[in-house]
């Protein structure tokens, strides 16, 4: 199957997950999982929260994140991943000066 984010409808989620400011993404959601093609803009976050049922992997495509991860800070930028596994807590905040685009996938189990 291909998903063709040029074709998906954008969305804005205000302060997702806790976070400060708005997350626009265009996803693909179903019982299998979500796929996320999202955009922080500087100053934005998504909140900080727990994967109990499943695990996520955020690919930053442009910009840099600061990763909350359970009790430690970690940085990625373009070319980087960050991978929360079950079990695990996280937050995602662009504390740059560009937009922060990344690539997240969310299998449900």
Do not use: W
Request: glycine share 10%; net charge negative; hydrophobic share 35%.
């Amino acid at each position: 199957m291909i998903i063709d984010f040029n074709k998906t409808e954008e969305t804005r989620i205000p302060e997702f997950k806790g976070g400060k400011g708005d997350t626009i993404a265009r996803m693909r959601v179903d019982e299998l999982g979500k796929i996320m093609y999202g955009r922080l803009e500087p100053g934005s976050s998504i909140g900080f929260h727990a994967h109990e049922t499943n695990s996520e992997i955020i690919y930053i495509l442009s910009g840099k994140a600061d990763f909350l991860y359970d009790n430690t800070t970690e940085e990625a930028a373009a070319g980087e991943c960050h991978y929360c596994p079950k079990g695990h807590s996280h937050s995602m905040i662009n504390n740059g000066s560009e937009e922060l685009v990344f690539f997240a996938v969310v299998p449900e189990q």
